[in-house]
C-alpha cells in the first residue's frame, strides 16, 4: 500500500505497529492456555487479539483507497483487501519505515 497517500500517515502506522503484534501476542496466548490447560491466560489473549482486530479492522478503512490494483485490473473490495494485507502483516515493513522517518506524511507541511 502507498502509506504517502494518507493523511496522518505516522500515527496510523503506530497503531499498526502495536495492533500486530497485539493480536498475534493474543493468538499465541489463546493457544498457550489451551494446550497447557492455564484457562486463566485465555481472557488476556482474548482481549490483545480482539483489541488487536479492531485497530486493524478501523485501519482498513482508513487505508482503502491506497490499497495497489489488483493485476488484470478486475474490480475487487479494497477495503477486504487492505484487512488481508493488515492482518497479514505484508503492511510490516512500510509501516516501520514510515512510523521511523515519516515519510509520505501529509500532515507535516
Known amino acids: ?9 505516522r500515527p496510523l502506522a503506530i497503531a499498526y505497529l502495536i495492533a ?22 485465555s481472557i488476556p489473549g482474548g482481549v490483545l487479539f480482539v483489541g ?20 488484470g485490473g478486475r474490480p475487487r473490495d479494497r477495503r477486504a483487501s487492505a484487512w488481508n494485507r493488515l492482518s497479514v502483516g505484508l503492511e510490516l515493513g ?8 515519516g515519510e509520505g506524511d501529509l500532515s507535516r507541511s
Not at 498457550?32 to 486463566?40: E, F, M, V
Not at 512500510?94 to 522517518?101: G, I, M, P, Y
Open 94 to 101: 512500510r509501516a516501520w519505515r514510515v512510523a521511523r522517518s
Open 52 to 71: 488487536g482486530q479492531l485497530v486493524i479492522t478501523a485501519l482498513s478503512f482508513g487505508l482503502r483507497e491506497v490499497v495497489p490494483s489488483r493485476p
Open 20 to 41: 500486530f503484534p497485539a493480536m498475534v501476542a493474543g493468538i499465541a496466548l489463546v493457544l498457550g492456555a489451551r494446550a497447557t490447560g492455564h484457562r486463566q491466560l
Open 1 to 9: 500500500m502507498n502509506w504517502g497517500g494518507v493523511r496522518r500517515a
